[in-house]
């Protein structure tokens, strides 16, 4: 017997941000579907979908962040309920959609006695059922590696740069570490037509200390030009309004900050307010709460860059396409 089956798409979400969800279910034209999700008494969470699932290419969808008093670890074990009752379900194949991954930053030993807590993640996703994954601008590259199967590692670049093109003349990409020179150097010369120049600068983090660094020296001509700060997220924002000031202090007409996640922890917020920065612009891989928003912020949306994304994977084909071959590193 020969049948000729179809293929079919669900999209489903966590409860951390169901917002960029829908967004990114309106971009693709589909519904976005009901986990079922139920919270019990002692904090235990069940998943049940409210339709099958059985055949389908199922995209679990949650960025990693506290939110509405639950905890980044809430949120990842939510996930991961999700993408153990889809694969109960008969789901055909499992795609674990991380717009921002948790743990990211301890993806190395960086003393001893430590955890690579990044890579135990992504053993979580794989053992819970997932055969893909997708997040955008991991902390580092070799994160890829730490899961077993197809990794799309997409970047917000190209939503960054069309801000810059809009609003930016002659600006320097200023790195505010060494991590960050080779995402820089590519921006800068994307928008090389615009008259695009490139900087870096030299932090020491104290030993034995976190969320702490102190910015040196430029590396670059910043003299009397606007210098755009760029990197994949703003936590503490220690380093981002560190760097700034030395920019500032060597000539800079303008700072800008410009980064992919908004995680704003702690202090970030006063920080970014009494800062010399005079624009942060982010995207939304991350919620935003009210409490998070002040006038100097402006919010990118992401969600046509994840659907377009998501759309080559159900239909197989190339997502590096999509950032021209620049989305892997």
């Known amino acids: 017997m020969e049948k000729v089956t179809t ?5 489903y979400s966590g409860r951390t941000h169901p917002a960029l969800a829908q967004e990114v279910a309106e971009h693709l034209g589909i519904e976005l579907g009901h986990p079922g999700l139920v919270e019990f008494a002692n904090g235990e969470v069940r998943a049940r979908f409210g339709e099958s699932i059985r055949g389908s290419d199922v995209f679990v969808m949650q960025t990693h962040c506290g939110h509405d008093g639950r905890s980044i670890n809430d949120s990842i074990m939510e996930q991961l309920i999700m993408i153990d009752a889809a694969y109960r379900a008969s789901a055909k194949r499992i795609t674990a959609v991380c717009p921002f991954y948790g743990y990211a930053r301890q993806d190395r030993k960086a003393e001893g006695r430590e955890p ?3 890579r135990m993640v992504a053993d979580l996703f794989k053992a819970a059922g997932a055969k893909r994954m997708v997040s955008i601008d991991l902390h580092s590259g070799q994160i890829q590696g730490f899961f077993e199967g197809p990794v799309d590692h997409l970047t917000a670049m190209p939503v960054l740069e ?6 930016a003349d002659a600006p320097v990409i200023v790195a505010p570490d060494a991590g960050r020179i080779k995402v820089a150097e590519r921006m800068s010369q994307h928008l090389g037509d615009r008259g695009a ?5 030299y932090k020491r983090r104290p030993k034995g200390t976190t969320n702490v660094a102190e910015a040196k020296e430029v590396m670059g001509d910043v003299d009397g030009r606007l210098c755009i700060l760029t990197d994949d997220m703003i936590d503490s924002g220690g380093t981002i309004c560190s ?5 500032m202090a060597r000539g800079a007409k303008e700072v800008w900050a410009m980064a992919t996640h908004a995680v704003l922890s702690g202090p970030a917020i006063d920080r970014l307010k009494n800062s010399v920065i005079t624009r942060v612009v982010v995207t939304n891989t991350l919620p935003l709460s009210a409490e998070k928003q002040f006038d100097k912020v ?6 046509p860059l994840i659907a377009d994304a998501l759309n080559a994977v159900f ?15």
């Open 243 to 247: 760097a700034a000031e030395v920019l």
């Open 298 to 303: 402006e919010v990118l949306s992401i969600a």
């Open 116 to 118: 690579i807590t990044a």
């Open 315 to 329: 239909d197989d084909t190339s997502v590096s396409e999509i950032f021209g071959g620049e989305n892997q590193s």
């Open 7 to 11: 293929k079919r798409m669900s999209l």
């Open 197 to 201: 120049d490139l900087a870096f600068i």
């Open 162 to 167: 069309n801000y810059l093109r809009q609003n």
